[in-house]
């Protein structure tokens, strides 16, 4: 398995794993679709996209997005089902906090719902403790906000 960074050609299975797991735990919200279906804005905005490619197949995928005055924020980190347990999340996320510590920026958050427990465990290993909400979210599913602090990478 190696983490690779995005390509144009990747745009779909960046959007279907993302896909696989709202439509499976909660609904694709407004946002959601923006965010999938146009990720070369993320680019555009100063982000980054992360891909797991296993034997020639993505499998997996985080994104670092821009939030503005020097924040970034975790999202869409998703694997497909049939990878999960092997430690391509950690991997993924991993390279999002590296991109994140290489940029020097203010702050890295995430959010998160509660009922993704396996997801949250892994974010509290990679360094996220959970924090006080700033300001609203943009996602109705949102129950669970956290901000990197730091440790096992």
């Given at each position: 398995m190696e983490v690779?960074?995005f390509e144009?050609?990747?745009?779909?299975?960046f959007?279907?794993?993302?896909?696989?797991?709202?439509?499976?735990?909660f609904?694709?919200e407004?946002?959601d679709?923006?965010?999938?279906?146009?990720?070369?804005?993320?680019?555009r905005?100063?982000?980054?996209?992360?891909?797991a490619?296993?034997r020639?197949?993505?499998?997996g995928?985080?994104?670092?997005?821009?939030?503005g005055?020097d924040?970034?924020?975790?999202?869409k980190?998703?694997?497909?089902?049939s990878?999960?347990?092997?430690?391509i999340?950690r991997?993924?996320v991993?390279?999002?906090?590296a991109?994140?510590?290489?940029r020097g920026?203010?702050?890295?958050f995430?959010?998160s719902?509660?009922?993704?427990?396996?997801?949250?465990?892994?974010y509290?290993?990679?360094?996220?403790v959970?924090?006080?909400?700033?300001a609203?979210?943009?996602y109705?599913?949102?129950d669970?906000?956290m901000?990197?602090?730091?440790?096992k990478?």
């Amino acid at each position: 398995m190696e983490v690779i960074p995005f390509e144009r050609r990747y745009a779909a299975d960046f959007k279907r794993l993302n896909l696989e797991w709202l439509e499976k735990y909660f609904r694709v919200e407004p946002i959601d679709e923006q965010v999938l279906s146009k990720p070369l804005a993320i680019l555009r905005k100063g982000g980054a996209i992360f891909l797991a490619r296993h034997r020639g197949a993505i499998v997996g995928t985080c994104a670092l997005l821009n939030a503005g005055d020097d924040r970034f924020e975790l999202s869409k980190m998703a694997v497909t089902g049939s990878h999960q347990g092997l430690g391509i999340g950690r991997r993924l996320v991993q390279a999002v906090v590296a991109e994140y510590l290489a940029r020097g920026a203010r702050e890295l958050f995430l959010e998160s719902n509660s009922k993704l427990t396996p997801a949250i465990t892994l974010y509290e290993s990679a360094g996220f403790v959970h924090a006080a909400r700033p300001a609203p979210s943009h996602y109705e599913r949102s129950d669970v906000y956290m901000v990197f602090a730091g440790g096992k990478r």
